[in-house]
């Protein structure tokens, strides 16, 4: 069992910065790939980023690409997301994920969530 916590939203002005991050507890997640989902309201949860248990791969949604930089912490079980130029289509509730294997990109294939933080972006 995988427990995951986010932390570090809150309220930002456009074109700022945020960086969320996300605590692993229960099982070591180095075998983890490690991804963000968003999801804003009335909308569904869409990908942000992913980093492979291998961090070979690093995959963007085209909405945050250059934006956004996802990465692990050297301790491994920690996840950031490096928030940057931040506008008002990024305000939504963030959540960690983790999983072992299958698409990066498909929310359905994890099986550990958090709880989610909450950003917001102002004018």
């Known amino acids: 069992q995988v427990h995951l916590v986010e932390s570090g939203g809150g309220l930002v002005k456009a074109g700022g910065s945020l960086r969320l991050s996300c605590a692993a507890s229960?099982?070591?997640?180095?075998?983890?790939?490690m991804a963000w989902f968003r999801q804003a309201p009335g909308k569904e949860r869409e990908f942000v980023a992913a980093?492979?248990?291998?961090?070979?791969?690093?995959y963007y949604a085209a909405s945050v690409k250059g934006r956004f930089t996802i990465s692990r912490g050297s301790a491994k079980n920690t996840v950031y997301l490096q928030m940057n130029m931040v506008n008002a289509e990024d305000t939504a509730l963030y959540y960690c994920?983790?999983?072992?294997?299958?698409?990066?990109?498909?929310?359905?294939?994890?099986?550990?969530w958090g709880q989610g933080t909450q950003v917001s972006v102002s004018s």
């Open positions: 994920a983790a999983q072992l294997r299958g698409p990066y990109d498909s929310a359905s294939g994890y099986a550990y």
């Open positions: 980093n492979t248990w291998d961090s070979i791969g690093t």
């Open positions: 229960g099982r070591n997640v180095d075998s983890f790939t």
